[in-house]
């Protein structure tokens, strides 16, 4: 009898301590009252991605905060890029998620889809309205659209983004070339410009590389590959009917190009070291996937640059750059409405300094007023990834969109590895359609 | 007889024992429970359930394996494991027991050329692939010392459809021969010399010695070797993940079943889909793991 107790007892212990730490998953719930001032104390879980220039400014503005409102605290954590969607994810799937968090607009779509997204609280925010929210941002509308589903915000930036090029002059002077002069318009004119700057090693390995395509990850294909498709009057995904053209003549002359690239003219591939990392070694003399943020670490690698815009298509129907994507801080439908309201406290003071973001962080926040200054317009980059920025959109926000640019990334490398164009091109179609079609929001 | 007092003490002795017994055993059952049992039920669960991580899971019985039967990518990881798997066994246990056969003989500076060989069992797979990165860069080490007698500017070890996965198979043998090297040597050394010295004396070649007397002999080694091995090679992520372009690619011919669990989990929001995937490997390595220990029971020999 006192056997059959005591394994009683134990199996209970086990189970309360199997099963009492569980917690139910946050789900959406309400968005915060407007404007209410949260007099009792609340503490807001605010999660980073890691920007080492950034945490400084962070950490300063952080602690005046909590100064300047003593009923909130922060607890603030920093977390690796590498760990940020696995963390973020698993996070709030065990209700355990924070209250503020700075996410890409790659994840958006299936954040919103979700449900996970609390609308911006204007008042709490310090704004008068929605509205005004938008008007304290250069050209509000198109830039925040990133964070826009059926008009309505959902975010306020900690970076918005595009990618411009970024030359390095030593290695063009070196190749006899002027990058004011000489950087190419088209794409066309970049193929033997880049030939110019390609240096091989006596076994004709290349050494160095005039300029490559950004092949180490499937939302290149999204934020470049399409931006070009774009430029010549396609869009492989259309985000409001949530449906693919791939296989279509835009698309072609785009991969026709990048097959080139590798195979015809051997001027880079995916086999290469990544671009960033060969730009900042002196290896790469053109780089068109860093955004403004690259610049501090331009500075710090000693290069000499220079920026100008992306090449066109000579016969392109669109004026557009690359895809603009931003960073923003969104809130967690999850938290208490007083939590949800201090987070947009807190994420307007986080984005209250425009100046000190882009200058020692490299971060765009686009508000209106600093960039009617004259810091913003003295600045030497700036105002080419504002032009850039305007003219371009931003890439498709949709639910499964990692999952679509793994897709799209198989069908360049397949055409890549000498398979046919239309067999691949039709293939992908309905792979992405299929995607599509399950992450569609219902 | 017995005597009712005596009894009573001895069962309350025993009762005592077994409720210490239970309690010193307690940590390692709720270990166990917690972080084998448990996941492992849940994981089950969620198989049947649409579950993006971001909300709660919603049943949908057996909705995804049915998916999972014409999903392209799924089947397409079935192939790459198998292949990874065919590549990391068989190999490695024929390069393993040789250089366990060499190390078992004497020869000058043996134990440091041991020691040698088995240092790449020591840094972790992540520092591993770091190196390997590097040395198989298209103009790197490994395509200088190719080159003296092919003559090509570069060799895309990483990017090629075909060369990559047989990269990770090289990398993967690199990792863990060493380790099966000394597994073998270990069962080597259990076997007593003097069967050795009696089959040479009755005429036995080294080869029949070896053929005959010690490889039968070195059966539950064998069986234990194949059995990890293989385990290990279905469950392969972290070269995988590490080293691969764009995590499984290039054209997924890396993308393994457990990488796909991490994709469809943590990339693309399908954790109901990465439940399944790891319910069905699970079977797999169960019943390939049956399978082999079914097939050793045959002429088992033993020295007791």
Redesign the interface.
């Known amino acids: 009898m006192?056997?059959k107790l005591?394994?009683l007892v134990?199996l209970l212990?086990?189970f309360a301590?199997?099963f009492g730490g569980c917690a139910?998953?946050q789900?959406g719930g309400a968005a915060a009252p407007s404007g209410e001032q949260a007099a009792a104390p609340v503490t807001v879980k605010l999660w980073m991605h890691n920007h080492p220039p950034r945490l400084p400014l962070d950490e300063a503005i952080l602690a005046q905060f909590q100064k300047d409102n003593p009923n909130i605290k922060v607890e603030s954590t920093v977390i690796p890029d590498q760990e940020w969607?696995?963390k973020l994810?698993?996070a709030?799937?065990s209700g355990s998620g924070p209250d503020l968090f700075n996410q890409a607009t790659f994840a958006i779509g299936?954040?919103q889809k979700?449900?996970?997204l609390a609308p911006i609280d204007a008042k709490a925010a310090g704004y008068a309205d929605q509205a005004a929210v938008y008007n304290a941002y250069e050209s509000g509308n198109a830039l925040l659209a990133g964070a826009t589903f059926d008009d309505m915000l959902y975010g306020l930036p900690t970076e918005l983004s595009a990618y411009a090029c970024y030359t390095n002059d030593d290695l063009w002077k070196a190749a006899g070339l002027d990058p004011a002069k000489d950087f190419p318009k088209t794409w066309e004119a970049l193929k033997d410009v880049a030939e110019k700057l390609t240096v091989?090693?006596a076994?004709?390995?290349?050494?160095q590389r005039g300029f490559d395509f950004k092949?180490?990850?499937?939302i290149f294909m999204l934020l470049i590959f399409n931006a070009m498709v774009q430029q010549l009057g396609g869009n492989m995904i259309d985000e409001t009917t949530y449906t693919a053209h791939i296989n279509t003549p835009e698309v072609k002359q785009v991969m026709q190009y990048y097959y080139d690239w590798v195979n015809t003219w051997k001027l880079g591939?995916?086999?290469?070291?990544s671009n960033r990392a060969d730009f900042l070694a002196g290896k790469l003399a053109t780089d068109c996937d860093f955004g403004n943020w690259g610049a501090p670490q331009m500075v710090d690698a000693k290069i000499n640059f220079s920026i100008h815009k992306q090449p066109r298509f000579a016969n392109a129907k669109n004026d557009n750059g690359m895809a603009n994507y931003a960073y923003f801080f969104m809130v967690n439908s999850g938290a208490a409405p007083e939590v949800q309201q201090a987070a947009w406290k807190l994420a307007s003071a986080l984005t209250s300094q425009p100046g000190e973001y882009l200058d020692k962080a490299g971060l765009f926040q686009a508000k209106a007023d600093f960039v009617a200054s004259d810091a913003f317009k003295n600045n030497k980059i700036m105002p080419v990834f504002l032009e850039e920025m305007g003219l371009s959109t931003y890439h498709p926000r949709i639910?499964?969109f990692?999952?679509v640019a793994?897709a799209l990334?198989?069908a360049r490398?397949?055409v890549l590895?000498g398979e046919n164009m239309d067999t691949v091109l039709a293939e992908a179609e309905t792979?992405v359609n299929d995607i599509l079609a399950k992450a569609k929001p219902q | 007889m017995a005597n009712p007092s005596t009894k009573g003490s001895k069962s309350g002795f025993v009762a005592r024992r077994q409720w210490w017994g239970l309690f010193f055993v307690l940590p390692t059952v709720v270990f166990f429970l917690v972080f084998f049992l448990y996941p492992m039920i849940t994981g089950i669960y969620y198989s049947f359930t649409d579950f993006t991580l971001l909300k709660p899971p919603t049943w949908v019985g057996l909705q995804n394996y049915q998916d999972l039967v014409k999903d392209r990518l799924f089947l397409t990881s079935i192939g790459v494991t198998l292949g990874f798997v065919l590549g990391s066994t068989l190999p490695v246990w024929i390069v393993s027991l040789l250089a366990a056969l060499l190390f078992y003989q004497k020869f000058p500076a043996r134990e440091l050329l041991k020691l040698l060989f088995f240092s790449p069992v020591l840094p972790s797979l992540i520092v591993v692939a770091i190196v390997w990165r590097i040395l198989l860069h298209p103009n790197g080490i490994l395509t200088s010392v190719i080159r003296l007698v092919l003559h090509v500017p570069e060799i895309n070890w990483l990017d090629s459809p075909t060369l990559s996965p047989l990269s990770m198979i090289l990398i993967n043998a690199w990792t863990i021969i060493p380790f099966y090297m000394l597994i073998w040597l270990a069962g080597l050394t259990g076997i007593p010399q003097e069967l050795r010295d009696a089959a040479r004396v009755d005429g036995a070649t080294f080869s029949q010695s070896f053929l005959r007397v010690e490889l039968p002999l070195l059966g539950p080694t064998a069986v234990f070797i194949a059995a990890i091995s293989t385990i290990n090679a279905f469950q392969a992520f972290t070269l995988q993940y590490a080293i691969s372009p764009n995590r499984g690619g290039p054209i997924d011919v890396n993308t393994t079943m457990g990488l796909l669990i991490w994709k469809y989990g943590f990339q693309y929001y399908r954790m109901g889909d990465a439940a399944t995937v790891s319910v069905i490997l699970f079977a797999i390595i169960m019943i390939v793991t049956i399978i082999q220990l079914a097939l050793s029971r045959g002429d088992q020999y033993s020295l007791n």
């Open positions: 006192r056997q005591m394994i134990s212990t086990v301590l199997t139910p998953v789900t969607d696995t994810a698993t709030l799937a299936e954040f979700q449900g996970i091989r090693d076994n004709g390995a290349i050494t092949w180490d990850a499937g591939g995916p086999q290469y070291t639910a499964g990692f999952e793994d990334m198989r490398d397949r590895n792979e």
